[in-house]
């Protein structure tokens, strides 16, 4: 039994399922549940998305809790149409997975968390790779519990390039950057997996025509889900040659983090309208000989490549 456990914050599109997958795949770590998050997919949907994945790869005991359903500055969430363009209308490339057969959790995906901190503390890998509102609202709740979690890493963010909202933002932090804000200026240890990295981290119909060729339920439907993001890719990030894996590596990364290279640093993130959700360097802590952030700069992406199809092509030839 793997020592370290990991909850993964999603809002369940496509490549929050391959970073399900690689959660369930890699030994290291215990996949002790999922948080729901709004972004891709409004937050039920990507909880049901969520449970259609663990029911796919056979991991149906890792149970599947709702957060917040919007930022901490509204009272809803809008859908943005290109998140239907690059996910599909209903997050998984269009593809019909069954109805799971497991309900979502009652509770709080919140007050999920923070139990979960208190029991495993620096044992507790946490992964958000949508907006950082759950962990924002955790930290306001039980602040000495979330500040034992040992591993916060997320996706999210841009230094080295520019977002992919507009010239700053990257759409996660962009959904909620008051929320990231409260995160990463508190004293979190955290690894930002930004789009300087997992840009770097492609996935072509070559990979997945490897899955389909399992001849598995699982290696099929990730087949055909991929192959709809690469589409969509093609179309929206046409200088890239496939699609990024952005949340598979934030997931990696967070179990070895030698995936990337790191500058340590103090951040915040603008909220003001003209810069909102950039992610930037603070000057007034320049000077802190403490720094909380590791900031990922260049990735090992041959060595992370293969290492996530042995998780995922392992696992896909078992269901």
Not at 139 to 153: F, P
Not at 209 to 231: H, K, M, P, S
Not at 260 to 281: C, S
Not at 287 to 299: C, F, H, Q, R, S
Request: charged share 20%; proline share 4%.
């Amino acid at each position: 039994m793997a020592t370290k456990k990991m909850i993964l914050d999603l809002d369940t599109g496509i490549d929050d399922a391959m970073a399900i997958a690689y959660a369930v795949a890699d030994p290291e770590v215990d996949l002790i549940g999922i948080v729901g998050s709004y972004g891709n997919v409004y937050v039920k949907e990507g909880g049901i998305n969520s449970l259609k994945i663990l029911e796919l790869l056979g991991a149906t005991d890792v149970p599947v809790y709702l957060g917040e359903s919007h930022s901490l500055t509204t009272d809803h969430f809008d859908r943005m149409p290109i998140s239907a363009q690059i996910h599909g209308e209903n997050g998984i490339g269009q593809v019909n997975l069954p109805e799971p057969k497991r309900q979502l959790e009652a509770g709080s995906g919140v007050d999920f968390l923070i139990e979960s901190a208190k029991k495993y503390g620096q044992n507790l890998i946490f992964v958000p790779t949508g907006p950082m509102t759950n962990l924002a609202k955790a930290l306001e709740k039980d602040r000495d519990a979330i500040l034992s979690i040992g591993n916060v890493t997320f996706m999210g963010g841009a230094l080295t390039v520019e977002g992919n909202v507009n010239a700053y933002a990257e759409a996660n932090i962009n959904q909620d950057a008051e929320a990231a804000n409260v995160v990463l200026t508190s004293p979190l240890k955290l690894t930002m997996v930004g789009l300087d990295v997992t840009l770097r981290t492609l996935l072509t119909r070559k990979e997945t025509a490897q899955w389909r060729e399992l001849n598995t339920a699982a290696g099929t439907a990730f087949a055909d889900i991929v192959d709809y993001y690469i589409d969509a890719y093609a179309d929206t990030n046409s200088q890239l040659d496939g699609c990024a894996l952005h949340d598979p590596l934030a997931v990696g990364v967070a179990i070895d983090p030698s995936f990337i290279t790191t500058l340590d640093l103090n951040m915040f993130v603008a909220t003001d309208p003209d810069h909102y959700g950039r992610t930037i360097g603070d000057q007034a802590r320049i000077n802190d000989p403490e720094t909380n952030v590791k900031v990922g700069l260049t990735v090992d992406r041959q060595r992370y490549l293969t290492a996530f199809m042995d998780h995922l092509t392992g696992l896909f030839k078992q269901h």
